[in-house]
């Protein structure tokens, strides 16, 4: 079974206002946009990103990359699972096969994911074809259709483009969490003109703008949508959650009662407080707010 409909995701997503000072005593209204509920294992941009992808592969095994706590490998061994599709997830840290699995990878395996682990010289190196093929040839996935760590391909921006569809009239100002940068690509192509993206980068090194602008350029053939980054929110890079982020989070879940994702949500929530206390929004901005993820259970 292949068919997208098999997995019955819930689109367009809810989009709910919520009350919060720190916005309303600026003028700006705040909007949480729940792609966090499309669906109970392809969660928020995942759902976007791999759907496109999964319709591509037309039933051939998927084979694509990630970390030890990579949402996108859950996200795929899940899809899997549900379409009846085998999946390989190459796994960065060779080291990581002889130590038992964390909860994450456990989910991948109890998902059917043949899981590949490679050392981090050789994951730094997946995009070189030589060594992609060779990496393939080891996970013997030589046949597999291949998604990019993050999922974030051509297919994937253009599926997030109905991201930025499904707001268009409904806020001045979308903005997101970005890890590879194929959300934000997409969601700024598909909004309309007079609105603006805002992506909030997880990692740091400044390097997401550049890979923003190639992704629209393979995807579309060229720059699409006004969008910006506010590339100060990281707290020190990928996965790192210090005690003041999860203060931040757990005070938002108190006010609004939103399980707050860390990596992701939670810096782009931050990310959005402090700059609406800075005045970077226009009294009467309608600012909607992207929850990609939720907290892993």
Not at 8 to 32: A, K
Not at 66 to 94: D, E
Not at 123 to 129: A, E, N, V
Request: glycine fraction near 12%.
């Amino acid at each position: 079974m292949t068919s997208m409909d098999a997995l019955q995701p819930r689109l367009p997503s809810p989009l709910h206002e919520v009350e919060d000072d720190r916005f309303g005593r600026r003028g700006v209204r705040l909007l949480l946009k729940r792609d966090d509920l499309i669906h109970p294992d392809l969660i928020g941009n995942k759902w976007r990103k791999l759907a496109p992808n999964l319709a591509a592969a037309a039933g051939r095994p998927l084979v694509t990359f990630g970390g030890a706590y990579s949402n996108h490998l859950r996200a795929t061994a899940a899809a899997g699972r549900l379409l009846g599709v085998p999946t390989v997830g190459v796994v960065r840290g060779q080291e990581l096969a002889d130590r038992p699995l964390n909860p994450s990878l456990l989910r991948c395996a109890a998902d059917g994911m043949r899981l590949h682990f490679v050392d981090r010289e050789t994951y730094r190196r997946k995009t070189d074809p030589a060594a992609l093929t060779a990496i393939l040839r080891a996970a013997h996935a030589e046949e597999a259709y291949v998604v990019p760590e993050g999922g974030s391909n051509e297919a994937a921006v253009r599926g997030c483009a109905a991201l930025g569809e499904e707001l268009r009239g409904r806020a001045d100002t979308v903005a997101v969490a970005c890890g590879t940068g194929g959300t934000l690509a997409g969601l700024a192509a598909g909004l309309d003109r007079g609105q603006r993206a805002l992506g909030v980068p997880v990692l740091k090194g400044g390097f997401l703008e550049a890979d923003v602008r190639s992704l629209q350029r393979r995807a579309f053939g060229g720059p699409r949508g006004d969008w910006h980054l506010a590339d100060r929110f990281h707290f020190g890079g990928y996965a790192r959650t210090p005690p003041e982020l999860h203060a931040f989070a757990e005070d938002f879940e108190d006010r609004h009662g939103l399980p707050v994702e860390r990596i992701y949500v939670a810096k782009l929530l931050h990310g959005l407080v402090t700059l609406a206390e800075e005045g970077a929004f226009a009294p009467g901005t309608a600012l909607a707010a992207v929850i990609t993820g939720r907290p892993f259970a």
